[in-house]
């Protein structure tokens, strides 16, 4: 992982550059919603090519519908958490330098999708999944452009932490 909290970068040169990033695909997420929200009805599906279709459901728990059935406390739950972790992301992008570009895309992405889920519940009580992917008869649960954020963005931070070997120079530097 980066050391992110070594000396910090000014504001102009630190990942928070990169909030244009969360900033487009939250709009994306958002407007995305909002169209489905006027122009479906709950559970209305639009074939859009084979194995893809837009269809409106509501997820009132996390990932795959987790907790969904647990009578609305999840609601506040899952908002502290997306409030807790969005503090987090902005926190490392601060600790970033501007050229460390793939970490901050990825915390960038991840605190996108956060921020869009986190509205989605506080303003309905429940998150807005559309995309619909499925093979035959296996259906992947339907999910947004937030969801998609997040897991594009948790997928360069494991790549990143398989690939990243500054970290590793460092740390042999000062045990030699």
Known sequence: ??????????????????LWLALIFLVLDQASKLYVIANFNLYESISVMPMFN?????????????LADSGGWQRWFFTAIAITISGVLLYWLRGLRANEKLMSI??????????????DRVSYGYVVDFLDVFYGTYR???FNIADAAICIGAGLIIYDAFTNK???????????
Not at 110 to 119: K, T
Not at 166 to 176: F, G, I, N
């Open 1 to 18: 992982m980066h050391n992110v909290n070594a000396s910090k970068p000014s504001l102009a040169q630190s990942g928070l550059r990169w």
């Open 54 to 66: 837009l269809t409106y459901v509501r997820n009132e728990g996390a990932a795959f519908s987790f």
């Open 106 to 119: 990825a915390y960038s992405l991840v605190l996108s999708g956060a921020i869009g889920n986190l509205i």
């Open 166 to 176: 500054s970290s590793d120079k460092k740390a042999e530097e000062t045990t030699s």
């Open 140 to 142: 992947w649960p339907a």
